[in-house]
């Protein structure tokens, strides 16, 4: 189902939860940055397949929906994108539960650095401003 009043809302979203982003990683909040980065990519993403007229599924890794549906996605997107927009889903989904919750023998705290936090901040800024170009 095609909603671009949606669509362009949660781009919307993302671009104020990027900010939030940056105010956790001066925070030195590492874990924290991992995680929303994730959120904020899944949120774009999501936007991109509801904007291309394509059902959202409750999944925080849309990267498998994106390559089923790579025909009704916008003509201009490459193909070399599209595989960075997946790669990017799929390493931070890894991490979404891991970086919120650590385990039994994994401190988020002590897990995540700040090159993760950076290269995740960089990510999920990336993959907004691209989707940026359509919705």
């Known amino acids: 189902m ?9 781009l919307i979203r993302c671009e104020k939860r990027l900010k939030a982003l940056k105010v956790l990683l001066d925070e030195q909040a ?45 003509k201009d997107l490459s193909a070399k994108d599209l595989q960075r927009m997946c790669a990017i889903s799929k390493a931070l989904r ?13 401190t988020p705290g002590e897990f995540y650095n700040q090159e993760d936090a950076q290269v995740a901040l960089k990510d999920a800024t990336w993959v907004v401003q691209s989707v940026r170009k359509w919705v």
């Open 2 to 10: 095609q909603n671009e009043s949606l669509a362009r809302d949660y």
């Open 94 to 106: 890894k991490d979404r539960e891991l970086a919120f919750y650590g385990s039994e023998d994994l």
């Open 30 to 74: 590492y874990p924290d940055v991992v995680r929303e980065a994730q959120e904020v990519v899944e949120l774009a993403l999501k936007g991109l397949l509801r904007f291309s007229g394509v059902d959202v599924p409750r999944v925080h890794d849309v990267s498998g929906v994106l390559n089923a549906e790579v025909k009704r996605l916008p």
